[in-house]
């Protein structure tokens, strides 16, 4: 079975066309830049397009342009094993299947579970990302500053692996992986998050026989990613600074 799929994750790697070539290009100017010992930038700059591209899609005159690329994603026929009519994937069995698992709930919640944060909590946010990540409402109120900028999708996927690395059974760790992969990895999911090709050579390595770990360097860059490219905005964001203001002025009441 994970022959097979290894088959087609190949040939919906080739698919990546431009997007892997741009990728190599950066890759090789930060070799010439001296950048290589840092952590992979090209997945930031991705990142910055994506959020460029979903702002110009809300602007009024785009909604004609969004009906097109909606079109040609519904009638997607290419190597991608995924979405084409004429592969082995039932579309409507995946459709009931995925209804199956929201009924049950295990598909993630608009947001966790978590206590009211106390003043000293949220200042911590301010201190370290370690702690925001670290906390159940800092991560909500992240969560919601990212989908202002069209990049929730960056904490969903962070949130799939974490579940992931608590499964032990093996057959839950492969399907919850290769969910991880046709939501978060495939260039045609709406949610597909900004990976290097290297990542992503790792990622179908590991697809050969996924285990809970599978997605562990992924992981890794996007939280980079966050860290530096979206928590520096959000300890500037309304979202931060209200509940933070409310927080302070509940705390000097008499």
Partial sequence: ???????????????????????????REQRNEGLWQLKPMGSERMEMRKRQTSLQQEMPGSAQSQQGAGNRGSNACCFCWCCCCSCSWNEDDERARRMSQEARGENLPNCEESSKPTLEEVQSWGQSFDKLMKSPAGRNAFREFLRTEYSEENMLFWLACEDLKKEVNKNL??????????????????????????????????????????????????????????????????????????LTDTSSEP
């Fill in 173 to 246: 760790v492969e399907e919850k992986a290769r969910l991880i992969y046709e939501d978060y990895i495939s260039i045609l999911s709406p949610k597909e998050v900004s990976l290097d090709s290297r990542v992503r050579e790792v990622i179908n390595r590991n697809m050969l026989d996924p285990t809970p770990h599978t997605f562990d360097d992924a992981q890794l860059q996007i939280y980079t990613l966050m860290h530096r490219d979206s928590y520096p905005r959000f300890l500037n964001s309304a979202v931060y600074k209200t509940l933070l203001q409310s």
């Fill in 1 to 27: 079975m994970w022959k097979r799929f290894f088959i087609r994750v190949r040939a919906h790697h080739y698919a990546e066309g431009c997007q892997a070539t741009e990728i190599i290009q950066i890759e």
